[in-house]
T-cell receptor
Framework: DGGITQSPKYLFRKEGQNVTLSCEQNLNHDAMYWYRQDPGQGLRLIYY???????QKGDIAEGYSVSREKKESFPLTVTSAQKNPTAFYLC???????????FGPGTRLLVL | GENVEQHPSTLSVQEGDSAVIKCTYSDSASNYFPWYKQELGKGPQLIIDIRSNVGEKKDQRIAVTLNKTAKHFSLHITETQPEDSAVYFC??????????FGTGTSLTVIP
């Protein structure tokens, strides 16, 4: 099956802890994105990558970090510097920049 | 940057009636406008999209219209069914290839 997978479905973070959210796609897409979704709000862009080994900050990058070592994978790390990390995190990919984005099922991050 | 406004935030319709959701955008360079449907606890799913070189696009019970002069676009769902109940997001493309999303419309179809 082709698609975008995210893991885990739920993730719990302790105070001062870094956590990493996984995103994998087998659609052969060049571009990948991370969004944060809070209740009653739209999707806000955290980071995006147009090509392997390159990524750009989105509107709310502070407290987050990413890597793009492989075309298929774009993991997001929520660092301890992110003081309000509780949210639903969505990964997306597109064939190229400005093309249709397809979303994964999301990871819900909760703080203990 | 681009600013996308979406209305209404909530919408309730009787089964079989039509539903209309409207979005406005600010960047005249935007040229691609997708619509997504998100069910509870899931990722958004693309349901229809439109590019700036057309004014209307239909796919069965779903249609999207675009008015580039007025910078607004709308989603129309006809003959609504209970399974249409979800949150719908509009989006507009940005100059650098990113997308700007509206704040969502929670649609409830009452059987």
């Amino acid at each position: 099956d082709g698609g975008i997978t995210q893991s885990p479905k739920y993730l719990f973070r302790k105070e001062g802890q870094n956590v990493t959210l996984s995103c994998e796609q087998n659609l052969n897409h060049d571009a990948m994105y991370w969004y944060r979704q809070d209740p009653g709000q739209g999707l806000r862009l955290i980071y995006y990558s147009q090509i392997v080994n390159d990524f750009q900050k989105g509107d709310i990058a502070e407290g987050y970090s990413v890597s793009r070592e492989k075309k298929e994978s774009f993991p997001l790390t929520v660092t301890s510097a992110q003081k309000n990390p509780t949210a639903f995190y969505l990964c997306a990919s597109s064939f190229r920049r400005s093309e249709t984005q397809y979303f994964g099922p999301g990871t819900r991050l909760l703080v203990l | 940057g681009e600013n996308v406004e979406q209305h209404p935030s909530t919408l309730s319709v009787q089964e079989g009636d039509s539903a209309v959701i409207k979005c406005t955008y600010s960047d005249s360079a935007s040229n691609y406008f997708p619509w997504y449907k998100q069910e509870l606890g899931k990722g958004p799913q693309l349901i229809i999209d439109i590019r700036s070189n057309v004014g209307e696009k239909k796919d069965q019970r779903i249609a999207v219209t675009l008015n580039k002069t007025a910078k607004h676009f709308s989603l129309h769902i006809t003959e609504t069914q209970p399974e249409d109940s979800a949150v719908y997001f509009c989006a507009a493309s940005g100059f650098l290839g990113q997308f700007y999303f509206g704040t969502g419309t929670s649609l409830t179809v009452i059987p």
